[in-house]
């Protein structure tokens, strides 16, 4: 299944960016955030360098502040700041904090240079007093963009500001590689700089804040200030209360459950990986370089994780596929900190990396369908999804945050060790690879339980998990008959069926418009009469003159309509990855020809798999009804089939929920006695579990890794 017409799609994004105002407010932000990702990794090396003579305790430590500083503040206290900074005018918040900010961070290589001994100190204060000054910078930002684009394009907005504060993670680790591959050099050309990369990084990241204050004060924003609060509700403004609210929207099943340990599972893999990376890539006799590539290699390996994903085994169960990436992410960081070479440990982090990433996608889409399952209406199921996405979002950060903290402290209390192997060999454990080695068997228990917990009541599971990850491995051919006989194709195939004047023509359109709004493909079609000989068919079959046609004869020229349409319309519609409603398939044949006509079922079946390729219903509706019922709503003269007895339509609807009850897997079977509006939703809701989740745009504004998502296929 995919989604022909993804809402994010690139043209969207270039309608946003054609908005001057914003695409200038756009690019200074992609540069502040590069410099800010630059600063965390000039900082944290920084850290390292400044306590080298001290003990190695000490390295760990100076690290695990510089992470509590860079990330708790905006964790703890923008609630407060942000209603302080709904007093202020955004326009010269954002221009005092830029170049504050800017100041600040040009300051610590500055100090570091006249006054060595008072240089960790400063780092420490300078960053603290940045990072404040940044709660203040960040709400009127958020509310900055609104007053810039109109609000149809908000959401679009929203997630290129995000899809900035993220994607410049890699790129900015690269850089400061590049940087430091270089120092020498820079070294050598300004003698001044005490530790080139990272004094230029610094410097740079003033330079971009600087930048950002210019663009900023020449950006036209109102000085009204439309819903400050309502513009990011969630966004930093409540991480604990949606962490500590959340869990009631996700926690209810075993999937919200699975998925939640799981996902915060690869958050601190990576966070580990982040916080011990500096100290670890010294013992590795790598230096700021090989940070730079290992900082990359986390965050570039996410991103292509979650880029990738969704492409990924297509045939492959989405929750087996999400619980073996977090075992291969998990397996990946536990050879990370038994392996003393730079090289491999890159390779063995951009696994973890693009482990946790596809995690992450397939995850969030799972968490929102999870979160909607609970909610009984339409609108109900937006705030769920809302919610579930904020919780994840804050607990992410708050593990972050954890994680990467610990693990430097924890590293330092391991200490270095040397093991003797034999009489000659000697084994190096260090700090650092005891805690990532330790974080790995820890993640690779904890994947086990999201595995188990995310699959325990897949209603979908195939036959074992080996098979068929193989099959899925060998399944080039989407169309491959995998053993059971049933075609399978990339879209989604759903009929709809049940007596005369059942609803199931009304209930085929509100099913396609809804689907196409979120941008499926739909195809809406019906039996008999889709094709040109299946019209023929269909004059022939309905007219009450041809009183003369024997059971026999009937139902081959239905299974001649049903092949005929499958053949040209329905197959290749699936084939292009399209989502296919057909009012009436092939249990009308069973239910009319085979107990109205009294038929043997047996041979009707066996007609009709060859006369449609053995194409079988991803999910049939049936919608139930009395049959005087549902002959009492038609208009006009009824047909040849119309016609028929009571008994006869009795003797159809008995066979239909006979169908039904001997499959429920396969079937929604809906009291069509019911008003209209209820038959939709209880569709809508059992129609969802088969697609992709449609991610609502307004759960963009909390989380950063959704946009990526949304630019699927
Ligand atoms: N749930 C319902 N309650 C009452 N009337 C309905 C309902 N659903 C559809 N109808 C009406 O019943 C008639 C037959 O509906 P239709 O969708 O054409 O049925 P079918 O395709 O099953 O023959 C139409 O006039 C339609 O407006
Ligand atoms: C598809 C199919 C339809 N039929 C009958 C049921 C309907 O009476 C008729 C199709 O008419 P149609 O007008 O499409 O049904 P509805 O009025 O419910 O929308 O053909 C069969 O007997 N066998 C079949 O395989």
Redesign the pocket.
């Known amino acids: 299944m995919s989604r022909s017409a993804p809402l994010g799609a690139p043209s969207e994004a270039r309608n946003v960016l054609a908005i001057t105002s914003f695409r200038r407010l756009w690019i200074s932000l992609s540069l502040s955030s590069l410099g800010d990702w630059l600063s965390l990794l000039a900082l944290m090396s920084l850290a390292v360098i400044f306590t080298a003579d001290a003990a190695p305790l000490a390295g760990h430590l100076a690290v695990a502040a510089v992470v509590a500083i860079k990330l708790a503040p905006s964790i703890l206290f923008s609630p407060l700041a942000g209603a302080l900074a709904e007093k202020l005018d955004r326009r010269w918040t954002m221009v005092g904090a830029d170049v504050v900010r800017g100041l600040l961070y040009v300051s610590i290589p500055v100090v570091g240079l006249l006054w060595p001994a008072f240089a960790l100190q400063w780092l420490f204060i300078a960053s603290l007093l940045a990072e404040v000054v940044a709660l203040l910078w960040t709400p009127a930002k958020d509310s900055t963009v609104p007053s810039l684009v109109p609000r149809r394009q908000l959401a679009e907005a929203n997630r290129l500001t995000l899809l900035a504060a993220y994607m410049t993670a890699p790129v900015a680790a690269l850089l400061f590689a590049a940087l430091a591959s270089i120092s020498n050099i820079l070294g050598a050309l300004v003698p001044s700089l005490a530790n080139p990369e990272a004094d230029i990084a610094l410097y740079l990241n003033g330079l971009t804040f600087f930048v950002a204050a210019i663009v900023v004060a020449t950006l036209p924003i109102p000085k009204h200030n439309p819903g400050l609060s309502a513009a990011s509700p969630n966004r930093d403004g409540a991480v604990l209360s949606s962490v500590l609210t959340g869990p009631r929207h996700v926690g209810a099943t075993a999937l919200g459950r699975g998925l939640v340990v799981g996902l915060l599972t690869a958050v601190a893999a990576g966070a580990a990986v982040i916080g011990v990376g500096r100290a670890h890539v010294e013992a590795l006799g790598a230096g700021n370089g090989g940070f730079g590539v290992l900082f990359a290699a986390v965050f570039g390996g996410v991103a292509l994780g979650m880029v990738s994903g969704p492409r990924l085994l297509k045939k492959f169960s989405r929750r087996r596929l999400f619980g073996l990436v977090l075992v291969l992410a998990s397996i990946a960081l536990l050879f990370t900190g038994l392996v003393w070479d730079m090289v491999l440990s890159a390779v063995l982090v951009l696994v973890l990396g693009f482990g946790s990433g596809v995690a992450a996608g397939t995850g969030l889409r799972l968490l929102g369908t999870a979160a909607a399952s609970t909610a009984g209406t339409t609108s109900e199921e937006s705030v769920h999804r809302e919610r579930a996405f904020a919780f994840v979002h804050g607990a992410a950060r708050l593990t972050f945050l954890v994680a990467a903290v610990l693990a430097p402290v924890l590293a330092g209390l391991a200490g270095d060790h040397t093991v003797p192997i034999g009489a000659q060999l000697e084994y190096d454990l260090w700090g650092t690879g005891i805690v990532l080695t330790a974080v790995g068997l820890v993640a690779l228990v904890l994947s086990a339980v999201a595995h188990r917990l995310v699959n325990r009541d897949d209603p979908e599971a195939g036959p074992g998990l080996l098979p068929e990850l193989f099959a899925a491995l060998r399944g080039i051919d989407p169309n491959a008959d995998d053993g059971d006989g049933e075609v399978r194709t990339p879209g989604a195939f759903v009929v709809v069926e049940g007596g ?2 059942a609803g ?2 009304t209930q085929v359109r509100e099913l396609t418009v809804w689907l196409r709004d979120q941008g499926f493909e739909v195809v809406g079609t ?3 009469g889709a094709t040109k000989l299946g019209m023929r068919l269909r004059g022939i ?2 007219d009450r003159e041809n009183s003369h046609i024997t059971p026999r004869a009937e139902a081959m020229l ?1 299974a001649a309509d049903k092949a005929d349409h499958v053949e040209q319309e329905i197959l290749p519609a699936l084939r292009r990855g399209a989502v296919v409603i057909s ?2 398939y092939v249990d ?2 069973l239910a ?2 085979g107990a109205g006509r009294e038929l043997e079922i047996d041979d009707l079946r066996e007609v009709n798999r060859w006369a449609t390729q053995n194409l079988v219903p991803d999910l049939t509706v049936l919608l139930d009804v009395r049959p005087q019922d549902g002959l009492g709503r038609l208009g006009g003269p009824a ?1 040849r ?2 016609s028929e007895s009571v008994d006869f339509h009795e003797r159809v609807r008995r066979e239909f929920r006979t169908l039904a009850d001997a499959d429920p897997d396969r079937y929604l079977v809906v009291d069509a006695s019911e008003p209209r509006e209820k038959i939709t939703r209880q569709i809508q809701k059992r129609v969802r579990s088969l697609l992709p989740d449609p991610v609502p745009s307004s759960s963009e504004a909390v989380t950063g890794m959704i946009p990526i998502i949304r630019d699927e296929d």
């Open positions: 005369e004047g199931k023509s019906r039996q008999p079959l309905l239905y009012d009436r009308s044949t009319y020809q047909d089939i119309e």
